[in-house]
């Protein structure tokens, strides 16, 4: 039985095949993308085209207007796989994607999913999307939670004091708090919110770019994804602990 790596690498040949004139069966493409649209580990990584392009004819309408030369659609193609690949063996993985995509799923917040896969996915490939992306994971998530828990905000708030004002309803403020080191640990939550906010005005793609604008690099992506999602997990295990403990009152 072939494991999942080699039949996504079929999948991979498969769609070369098809983009090259090489020809293939139909039936195999909708059977291998069924597979790989099935696996809620690699949903992050799954190229864009692979979800619209049911089968394998609008595949092919998809990929002939996309490139004019076989070259170009391998190189496309051979990118697009690349993530799904990496991911299978491990690499680039951080260890922490796994558990705020976990503690994320317990929400039925599909704005919240949206948000941390494309973060994730965009990573090495758009870090300013990444970067921007990982802003919209957190205001997701405040407004998420400030929206259950009945509190009003903004229409569009400033996203520093969005959290402030979650903060506060989670009893997680500094200003809540008398114990220097609770101080300290919370202020640093404050403090990733708000250097995520100035990452993105300054990195992200939300806004126009003069010409001596800083591009930034997937390792600046990489810091900002993996702060907003462990900030993100941490609002959220706060407000399902104390939702908890309000029902068990």
Request: with cysteine; charged share 20%; aromatic share 8%.
């Amino acid at each position: 039985m072939l494991t999942l790596i080699e039949q996504v690498e079929m999948f991979q040949n498969l769609t070369v095949a098809i983009a090259t004139g090489g020809g293939a069966e139909g039936g195999d493409y909708i059977k291998l993308r069924q597979l790989v649209m099935s696996q809620p580990s690699l949903a992050p990584q799954v190229p864009s085209f692979v979800k619209t392009c049911r089968d394998a004819g609008q595949f092919w309408q998809f990929i002939k207007h996309k490139f004019p030369t076989y070259a170009e659609r391998r190189q496309f193609l051979w990118d697009s796989f690349r993530p799904m690949l990496d991911a299978l063996e491990g690499v680039g993985a951080a260890p922490s994607d796994s558990a705020v995509t976990s503690a994320i799923k317990k929400f039925d917040a599909d704005h919240i999913q949206t948000a941390w896969h494309k973060a994730l996915e965009r990573r090495s490939t758009d870090p300013e999307g990444a970067i921007t992306m990982a802003r919209t994971l957190l205001e997701s998530v405040c407004k998420h939670i400030l929206d259950a828990s009945g509190t009003s905000y903004e229409d569009s708030p400033d996203m520093n004091k969005l959290y402030r004002q979650t903060a506060e309803r989670l009893n997680i403020a500094p200003s809540q708090h008398s114990e220097s080191v609770f101080k300290q640990i919370l202020g640093g939550c404050t403090a990733v919110v708000e250097g995520l906010g100035a990452l993105r005005n300054r990195l992200g793609d939300s806004h126009g770019k003069g010409k001596a604008a800083v591009k930034p690099a997937p390792r600046h992506a990489e810091l900002a994804v993996n702060m907003a999602g462990a900030t993100a997990m941490f609002l959220l295990a706060t407000w399902q602990s104390r939702s908890e403990a309000i029902k068990a009152e």
